[in-house]
Structure formats: C-alpha cells, structure tokens
C-alpha cells in the first residue's frame, strides 16, 4: 500500500512546482511521472506572485539571479490599486511593515493618534518597501529586510521548473489523457489512459489539469462551491506589450466600472489583462477597453478565459490531490494562486503518506487548504465590498453584497477601533489589511488607549524617526531597472 509512484497530470505551473518540490525532496524514494500535452497547452497567465514564493525557492534550493535571469522576472513590492475607494482614488498594498508595532497595538493606532494631534503625513510614509515602490527603487537590503515577490514569465517558470525536475528525475510523458481508469474494487484512480494506447498506473495521482479538473472532478466528482456571489467576475483578456520604460517594482490593479485591469511589468515586455463581470460587460466591450488602455505595441493575440470563482470541496479525494486551478480559482486581485499551489504542495509534502493513505491525513490536509482558500476569499471580497463607488450596476451591486461572517467581523472591529487581527496563520497580516483597508476608505473611529501614553514630544519624536529612517534608506536605493540588469539579465 506504500505510495511510491507520484503521477501528475498536467504541466503549467502548478504541474511542474510539485514535479520540482516532491523530486527534490522526496529524491529517489518516489517515482515521479508528468503527463502534458503541448497541443492542449497551459492557461499562459499567471505572473505576478506574492512574497512566499522567495521561501519556497529557497526551500528548493533555486538560485535567485539564476531562476529571475531564466524567467526574465522583476522585483515587485506590492500592488498599486487605481480607482478602487472612489473612480479617482489610488492607494498602495505594499508587502513591507508599516511604521514600528508595540506588542499590544499596531502602528496604525500611533499614527491614528498622531492625526488628532496634528500630525499629517500620510500613513504611507512610514513603509520602505511602500516609499520604495513609488519612487522606482529596489534593493536587497542587509539582513533580508526588504519583504518582496517576483513578477516573472509563467511559460518561462515552467519551463526552468521543468530542467529542475527533469535533472532531479522526473520522468514527462508528452500525450493527451484521453480517460481514467479507475480500479473496479476500490474506487481509486488505477491509471491515466493515453491517446495511443499508452497507459501510466501510480499511487498518487496530482490533478494539475487547469480549470478542466479531469481527475478530481470529471472523474472522482468531488464537488465544488461557487463564490460567484461573493466574487462576481467571471471572465478576463490577456495581452502582452512591449515596454515603454524600465520595468516598475509593482503591479498595477486598475479598477474600471466592471471590474479591474492589470498590468505587471517583466524586464522584456508587460503582462496585460482585464478582469471582468459578464453580466455586465461584453467580450467585445472588455477587449475595447483593455486596448484602449495598454501601453506599448500589443505582442500578442488576445487570450479569452471564462472562470467560476470558487473551491473544489475536497481538494485531496481518495488517492487524487487537486493542485493549482483545479482545486479552485479567485481571481488574480492580490496574486494569490501560484501561493496556493505553494501551500498545497508543501502540505502535501508534510502529509506525505506513509504506508497508504490514511483518512486523517486527507481530512487534515482538506482542511487546512480550504482555511487557506477561505481567508484569502475574504481578504478579496474585502475590496469589492468597501468602497465608495456606486457609479455602475457592478459596483452597486458589490456595495449591496452581504459578505461572510469572517468579513464581516474584521470590518467592524477594524472600523470601531482600528484593530485587526491575523488568525490561525493566515496569509495576510495585520500589515496587508490596514492598508486595504484605509484605502478602500475605512477610517477607524478610534485607536488603541495605549497610543495616548506618549507625551506630543514622544510622539513626535517617533513619528518623525520613523519617517527619516524610511527616507534614509529608500535614498541608498538604486533604481528598479538598473539593480535588476545588473543582478538577473534576463536569458
Ligand atoms: P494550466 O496552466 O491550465 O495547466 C494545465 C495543464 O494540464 C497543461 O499542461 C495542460 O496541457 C494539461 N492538460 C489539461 N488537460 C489535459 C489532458 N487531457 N491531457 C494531458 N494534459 C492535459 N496566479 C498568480 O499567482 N498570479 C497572477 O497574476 C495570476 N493571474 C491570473 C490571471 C487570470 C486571468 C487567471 C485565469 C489566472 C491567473 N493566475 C494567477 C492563476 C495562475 O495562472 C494559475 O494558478 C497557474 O498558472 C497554474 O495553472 P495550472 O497549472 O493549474 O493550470
């Protein structure tokens, strides 16, 4: 019963980040076999990450320069949101700290508390990272203490994934999964059958087939919840440009009056898309207007997706793993999904099965994604529901939305009092909500009593240290293009 030979259907990115993790570390142990078909190809988006990602190569052992050079990826150091408290509106979600927490309060409460005596600067000034950003620069700085994601190539990460898992012996089979054999007495999946007769027996099966889910849905039928209410963009257009200037260290979130646009700065070209809600704009209508609003010459024809928001309910069933799109999609506001596959594959690797799978490992596998899943919806949902926008049916229809409990709760706590809690190791800390949070227009009513113990020359103090030290470093910052060509020319 021992699970020794590892098949992953699928190869985009989520297919290759679990080829090179389970290769690397399980080494010899297992046998790994992936399955793709160049005619049927990957999803071809998917670019801008989220600091995790810098963990997880490190964990894999990847040279940074190396796999940045390999996949002609830049720094990013958080996301610029456009439009999104009020049509002319911009505020930024930085992956940096914000100003210096006391144990009990965030530094929210101090800098709340500075307002009512007069201190005016905005919340912003108080982020490295943030100040950063907007001025173009990047650095690594001593003792890892710039906190950054990559914007990168997804056909190119795949690509350098691949040559990883391949040297570490992962066998690729190149073919199209035509069925799935189950086996007749247990109900598992037995084998994939290929065109061509071709047919791959394993233990563990990863379903890393895109949003098709052949395995975990088409075959095992494991079910899945809609967000759709909750999320209400289905659909989007992707494009890539040229660049007009050096890359920028962030993305760009672009609120319009159905959805949003991005726009992710590689070193060799921009990665471009429009995220909309069908209901209430048309194919045609949405690629006018992502047209009308890129900047360089269009490199490529336009990719059409259709996408449910939602999560596979049981994303580990029977011996079937669901990892990257198959297991669920939100859609791509904060670049959250190449995390989840992260997640998924690291917890898969913890959970590894011993002698067989077992209920519990499967049951706590299902719930700890689906908790990972859950509060990153909410952490979505978030900037569809808080905003001053009613100038379109999308945006009054987003206002008018009752949004899960969870939320709910982390508003009002947060709009009372200022406070806001990271529960159970979720993804986003105190840091990402703050800044969402007030920039989509929640100004607390008040602040944690523990900010009025410093004197106004105590507080002034620290404000103004604070400020000068951000100022201080930004200024020893080079800009983002020239660090980038000096340390990771892209291939
Ligand atoms: P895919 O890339 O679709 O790969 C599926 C694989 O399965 C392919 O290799 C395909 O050939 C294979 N396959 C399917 N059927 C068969 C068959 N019958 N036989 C053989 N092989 C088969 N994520 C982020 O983190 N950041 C972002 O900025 C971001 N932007 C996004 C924007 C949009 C509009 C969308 C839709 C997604 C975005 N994502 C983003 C998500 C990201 O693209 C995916 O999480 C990531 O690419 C993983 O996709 P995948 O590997 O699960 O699926």
Avoid at 34 to 59: D, K, Q, W
Avoid at 146 to 171: C, I, K, P, V, W
Avoid at 233 to 244: F, K, L, W
Avoid at 317 to 344: D, K, W, Y
């Amino acid at each position: 019963m021992s699970v020794t030979r590892v098949v992953i259907a699928g190869g985009g990115t989520a297919g290759w980040m679990a080829a090179a993790a389970i290769a690397r570390t399980m080494g010899r142990m297992v046998e790994v076999t992936l399955v793709e078909s160049e005619a049927i190809g990957t999803v071809g988006v998917g670019e801008s990450t989220i600091p995790p990602l810098v963990t997880y190569n490190r964990l894999l052992g990847i040279n940074e320069a190396e796999f940045m050079a390999a996949t002609a990826a830049t720094f990013k150091l958080g996301i610029l949101f456009d439009g999104w408290h009020t049509p002319d509106s911009r505020y930024f979600h930085s992956f940096g700290t914000t100003g210096r927490d006391h144990w009990a309060a965030g530094f929210q409460h101090y800098w709340l508390n500075g307002r009512t005596r007069g201190h005016e600067r905005p919340y912003d000034d108080y982020c490295t990272e943030l100040v950063a950003a907007l001025q173009g620069k990047f650095a690594h700085l001593p003792g890892d203490a710039t906190n950054y994601a990559y914007q990168l190539d997804s056909g190119r990460y795949a690509q350098f994934l691949r040559n990883m898992a391949e040297r570490d012996g992962t066998q690729r089979v190149e073919g199209r999964i035509a069925r799935v054999e189950l086996d007749g007495e247990t109900g598992d999946i037995a084998a994939l059958l290929l065109d061509g007769d071709r047919r791959i027996e394993g233990d563990l099966f990863l379903d890393c087939t895109g949003f098709r889910a052949l395995l975990i849905e088409g075959t095992l039928h494991a079910g899945f919840d809609d967000w759709t209410h909750w999320l209400p963009c289905d659909a989007a257009i992707a494009v890539q440009t040229e660049s007009v200037g050096p890359p920028l260290p962030y993305t760009r979130a672009m609120a319009h009056d159905a959805g949003w646009q991005w726009r992710i700065p590689l070193q060799h070209r921009v990665g471009n898309g429009i995220v909309y809600c069908s209901r209430y704009l048309d194919r045609d209508g949405a690629l006018d207007r992502l047209m009308g609003n890129v900047e360089g010459a269009v490199r490529t024809e336009p990719n059409f997706l259709r996408f449910t928001t939602g999560a596979r309910r049981k994303q580990w069933h029977r011996n079937c793993v669901a990892i990257g799109l198959s297991g669920g999609f939100m859609e791509p506001l904060e670049s959250t999904s190449i995390h989840l596959i992260q997640r998924a594959v690291l917890r898969l690797l913890r959970l590894f099965p011993q002698g067989g799978i077992r209920p519990a490992d499967v049951a706590e596998f299902n719930d700890q994604q689906l908790q990972d899943m859950e509060q990153i919806r909410d952490f979505l949902i978030l900037h569809y529901k808080v905003t001053d926008r009613r100038d379109s049916p999308f945006w009054r229809q987003c206002a008018a939305m009752d949004v899960p409990t969870t939320l709910q709760q982390k508003i009002d706590l947060f709009r009372q009092s200022g406070r806001v809690f990271r529960r159970n190791e979720e993804l986003f800390g105190e840091n990402s909500w703050v800044q969402v949070m007030m920039g989509q227009g929640i100004v607390p009513e008040g602040y944690h009593p523990i900010a009025d113990k410093l004197s106004d020359a105590e507080l002034d103090r620290l404000l103004s240290m604070i400020r000068r030290q951000v100022a201080d470093t930004v200024a020893t910052m080079p800009p983002h293009g020239d660090y980038v060509a000096r340390y990771c020319p892209a291939d």
